[in-house]
């Protein structure tokens, strides 16, 4: 069986499992694609793509359907996923949660099957594809915030042809995630990685947007963790001693640990960018006018957040 042969951890690893790892995409699970892929269209200012059927194998031989579409960006992908069977890990997630980003993507430049191993040994669950697959989900929201996809790396794809201007033609700065206990996840981001100790930073004086009515003394402490290109924003759930804040509602509607964000790097007119995402009626929960990295809520929506980070007309 595939869960048994990703027990067994190789007697000398020659480096930490997500060495050399790069956060390729990030995988949604949506109960209506058609729907969200129109939506992701609009909001990223590209054509809508074509859905596709496939069969996904799971640990023990089975298979379930998914239907599927994807957004390639300059750096990056967003998948859409709808799933057609209830075995499987996509239908609990749609039911516990609701649309949202049900995993990380992460391609590896060697020894695959033994780094899907390695995870599992560290506490990961196999729960859809395996080593001798093209690919493996291994579940460590628990550890590390979220389920991974690890894939062998590959040659990088044609980068998308989109108009300039469009959120679609931004490259991805980073995921952000949100978790319970920061510290722990980070440090093992590093060990998993063989990066330095991470450094933790509190961040304050953040900026909020005339209609937030809370506190605005509001703290977050976060790190970052580099995979490729790509950063991961680790932040801290600040709970809610000083009352309502966007990172707990986040807390909230992920189960305490999940990704909550993508944040892209806009070149041009920051403003008109933000305009443009509150024409698609999403609210903005961190930012407002001045600031260089305003939040929009598209979780009713979208299944996340976005970030985008410029600089705004003087």
């Known amino acids: 069986m595939l869960v048994a042969a990703c027990t067994a951890v190789p007697a000398a690893a ?16 949506v109960k209506d694609i058609d729907q969200s892929a129109r939506r992701y269209a609009a909001v990223l200012g590209v054509p809508v793509p074509a859905v596709s059927t496939t069969s996904v194998p ?29 075995d499987g890990v996509f239908e609990p997630f749609l039911k516990a949660w609701g649309d949202g980003i049900q995993h990380l993507g992460v391609t590896v430049p060697d020894r695959f099957p033994e780094r899907v191993a390695e995870l599992v040994a560290r506490g990961g669950r196999l729960t859809m594809g395996g080593p001798s697959a093209s690919f493996a989900f291994v579940e460590m929201t628990d550890q590390l915030g979220t389920t991974l996809e690890l894939k062998p790396a590959g040659p990088a794809g044609a980068a998308p042809a989109t ?12 995921v952000g995630l949100i978790l319970k206990d920061v510290q722990k996840t980070a440090r093992l981001f590093a060990e998993l990685t063989g990066a330095p100790a991470p450094q933790f930073i509190v961040a304050k004086g953040v900026d909020f947007p ?20 790509i950063s991961l924003e680790l932040q801290q759930d600040p709970g809610t001693a000083k009352g309502k804040n966007p990172w707990h509602d986040s807390a909230v509607r992920l189960g305490g640990n999940g990704v909550e964000h993508v944040a892209f790097t ?40 976005i970030e985008l980070l410029g600089t705004p007309a003087k």
């Open 266 to 305: 806009v070149v041009g007119d920051l403003d008109a960018m933000r305009r443009h995402l509150a024409a698609q009626g999403a609210p903005e929960v961190l930012g407002g006018p001045g600031s260089r990295y305003p939040h929009f809520e598209f979780g009713p929506t979208l299944g996340m957040m």
């Open 163 to 174: 108009a300039a201007g469009a959120l679609g033609s931004s490259v991805v700065s980073h």
């Open 14 to 29: 020659q480096q930490p499992p997500l060495a050399g790892a790069r956060v390729d995409h990030v995988g949604l699970v």
């Open 58 to 86: 799971l640990p023990g031989g089975r298979t379930v359907r998914v239907r599927i579409a994807q957004f390639p960006l300059p750096n990056f992908r967003i998948d859409l996923a709808q799933p057609l069977d209830a």
């Open 210 to 229: 005339p209609s937030f009515t809370g506190d605005r003394s509001h703290e977050v402490t976060i790190t970052m963790a580099k995979l490729g290109d």
